[in-house]
């Protein structure tokens, strides 16, 4: 099954979901990423709330940023592929072991900048997490205190400039990854709650941030209206700005609730 099948039927799966009574997520980390709970114990969390489907999103690593000081790219590629094959192996398990209580998917997030090929999974979250500076990554999605501290270093407090830059990675991810969900569009704003970073009705990052809209909603890719900065405590309203959404709603786009799971008792939050 090539790409545009798998989304084409990934698609049709959530829209079989969409009229359930239990909403199943599907952005969902454990503990073969950043997610504080094993894979098993957020099978069972999933059944105990009802719910019909459970995806697992874990994080395609990013090779050329998270290397070992003693070891080459290459060498951690293999590395993170035999952790991935760890991954997929126990997902695909779970799957065997608790069927017919609940249907579970094999999901992977990649990153713009992930080395990982997504052939084996049932799914791909298509996300830009790091912008660069020459050979410098720079996390929008990490340690805010960071990721001031590294915009003043390494774009001269440019907020505007990491926009640009963020926003034209995003336009192309689906080009990059041929995901079937596209992540948490606008998550350079995770630190912005009121404006405190950027204004986002300045000129330079409404252009940047709409023409990677207007290049992504003719993708066929689902768009994913993430509550992850809400619960974490960055934010008190989910990504996407009242004028993206109503981009979407014209375009006919239909959105995907996610948590961005991290943690059991966030599975379904802002989902329900």
């Known amino acids: 099954m090539n790409a ?40 069972q969390e999933a059944i105990r709330l009802g719910c019909p489907a459970l995806g697992f999103s874990s994080h395609a690593p990013v090779a050329a940023r998270e290397h070992l000081p003693n070891e080459t790219v290459e060498e951690a590629i293999r590395r993170n592929e035999a952790h991935l094959a760890e ?33 084996e999974y049932e ?5 830009v997490h790091l912008v ?12 805010r205190e960071r990721f001031e501290r590294e915009v003043q270093t390494y774009f001269n ?3 505007y400039a990491v926009a640009e830059e963020y926003y034209r990675l995003i336009a ?17 704003t995770k630190f912005n709650e009121g404006g405190r970073l950027f204004s986002t009705s300045h000129p330079r990052y409404r252009a940047a941030a709409e023409r990677a809209l207007d290049t992504l909603i003719q993708t066929p890719a689902i768009f994913e209206w993430n509550y992850g900065a809400i619960w974490r ?19 006919g786009k239909k ?3 996610t948590s961005d799971c991290h943690r059991l008792d966030k599975l379904l939050f802002g989902m329900r």
């Open 172 to 188: 192309q991810i689906y080009e990059k990854t041929q995901c079937s969900i596209i992540g948490h569009f606008d998550l350079v």
């Open 4 to 43: 545009i099948e798998r989304n084409a039927a990934f698609a049709r799966e959530i829209e079989k979901l969409r009229s359930e009574p239990v909403p199943s997520s599907f952005h969902t980390h454990s503990t073969f990423c950043d997610g504080r709970d094993e894979p098993e114990a957020i099978v």
């Open 132 to 143: 660069r500076c020459g050979d410098k990554f720079i996390s929008v999605d990490g340690n």
């Open 87 to 119: 991954y997929r192996d126990c997902i695909r398990w779970l799957k065997e072991k608790y069927a017919g209580q609940i249907r579970i998917y094999l999901g992977i997030e990649q990153d713009y900048y992930s080395e990982t090929a997504a052939d």
């Open 255 to 257: 959105l995907l609730k």
């Open 233 to 251: 405590g960055y934010r008190t309203e989910p990504y996407f700005e009242d004028w993206m959404l109503e981009k979407l709603k014209a375009a």
């Open 123 to 127: 799914y791909v979250i298509g996300s």
């Open 157 to 159: 407090g440019d907020y």
